[in-house]
């Protein structure tokens, strides 16, 4: 079982709609949780980050976290066809190791 | 206030030879994590620097080693390089534990 998981897509959706980004973990212990944009031929780029229950909102997104479940979602309002990239889960259980997801793609449709 | 940069950008290098490639952090950070990212996959961890010393380590062979110097830049080696160790290299620098890493622009190694 990885220790991240993440549905690879691709996911597609028409500007101005909602985009869910959904990500798994197995370490019940895990303590940090982070979303990255990455684009095409680029590095990854922190959007958020969210170390307890509930919800956490920034402009546009908004991360969810809960912990009994081991599932934390990204949620983007009223996409526009710049959020087109690869969304990655990461997760810190303990120490310092960082486990990433593979990665989702979306598309957003003008 | 610059970011974490990382050079070479690309290199292409031949079956055992040995690579080097360097990372700044960003500013006010002391902490320096590497990553090797395959094509279709998510960073993968190799290790970490703090304080000039590997602090942890993911599950990558000898073959990859690393140093931080005083002023907090780091070094990834790879020696005897493999066909499967042509990736994206990441490093990613931050402060303090559990706390938001940022990426550099990755180094590009293409290993033939």
């Known amino acids: 079982q990885k220790e991240v998981e993440q549905n690879s897509g691709p996911l597609s959706v028409p500007e101005g709609a909602i985009a869910s980004l959904n990500c798994t973990y197995s370490?019940?212990?895990?303590?940090?949780f982070f979303w990255y944009r990455q684009y095409s031929g680029k590095s990854p780029e922190l959007i958020m980050f969210i170390y307890s229950n509930g919800d956490k909102e920034d402009g546009r997104f908004t991360a969810q976290l809960n912990k009994a479940s081991q599932y934390v979602s990204l949620l983007i309002r009223d996409s526009q066809p710049s959020d087109s990239a690869t969304y990655l889960c990461?997760?810190?259980?303990?120490?310092?190791?960082?486990?990433f997801g593979t990665g989702t793609s979306l598309t957003v449709i003008p | 206030d610059a970011g974490v940069t990382q050079s070479p950008t690309h290199l292409i290098k031949t079956r055992g030879q040995q690579v080097t490639l360097r990372c700044s952090p960003k500013?006010?950070?002391?902490?320096v994590s590497w990553y090797q990212q395959a094509l279709g996959q998510g960073p993968q961890f190799i290790f970490q620097y703090y304080e000039e010393e590997e602090r942890q380590r993911g599950n990558f062979p000898d073959r990859f080693s690393g140093h931080q110097f005083p002023n907090y830049s780091s070094e990834l080696n790879v020696n005897a390089l493999l066909l499967g160790d042509s990736a994206l290299y990441l490093c990613?620098?931050?402060?303090?534990?559990?706390?938001?890493?940022?990426f550099g622009p990755g180094t590009r190694l293409t290993v033939l």
């Open positions: 990613a620098s931050s402060t303090g534990r559990n706390n938001e890493q940022f």
């Open positions: 990461a997760v810190n259980p303990t120490g310092n190791q960082f486990y």
């Open positions: 500013s006010g950070h002391d902490t």
């Open positions: 370490d019940r212990g895990s303590q940090s």
